[in-house]
Structures are given as structure tokens and as C-alpha cells.
């Protein structure tokens, strides 16, 4: 018999084989979850790139004065650097 508060070599064998398959599984999930957030934020930068693309064409395409309260707001929003 083994002593109180010491662990016998099966709880040790069955601790360690639980630890073996326990972090894999966490990395495995963390990894997916990390991945699953990338691709959903790409998605989404890909769709507000999408409709950004059609306003500016649409812009481009209209006379200059329909789209103007548009364009001010639009340079707001994207700050000095960035305004055609």
C-alpha cells in the first residue's frame, strides 16, 4: 500500500495520460478559435472594402456636387492621411 498523500503509480500513469491528452486538445481548440476569429474579421474587412469600393465608383461616376456632403464626411472618417 502506498502511503497517505503520496500517489500510487496507476493515479500517476492515469494523471499523466489525462495531462497528454488534455493540453493537445486545449491547443487545438485555442488555435481554432484564433483562427475562426481571422477569418470572420477578414470576412468582414473584405465586405466594408467591397461596399467602400462601390460608393467611391459611385462617387467618381456622379457629378461633383451630388456627393459632396458625402466626401466631407467621408474624409472625417478617414482622417488626414487617408481623403483622395
Not at 27 to 37: E, I, S
Not at 58 to 83: I, K, N, T, V
Amino acid at each position: 500500500m502506498s502511503k497517505p498523500g503520496t500517489l500510487s503509480i496507476r493515479r500517476a500513469l492515469v494523471a499523466g495520460m489525462s495531462a497528454m491528452a488534455l493540453v493537445p486538445a486545449l491547443v487545438v481548440g485555442v488555435v481554432g478559435v484564433h483562427n475562426l476569429n481571422r477569418s470572420v474579421r477578414d470576412e468582414a474587412q473584405a465586405r466594408v472594402n467591397r461596399i467602400l469600393g462601390i460608393a467611391t465608383a459611385a462617387y467618381l461616376d456622379s457629378e461633383p456636387g451630388a456627393w459632396g456632403a458625402f466626401h466631407l464626411s467621408f474624409r472625417d472618417l478617414a482622417g488626414p492621411d487617408q481623403h483622395p
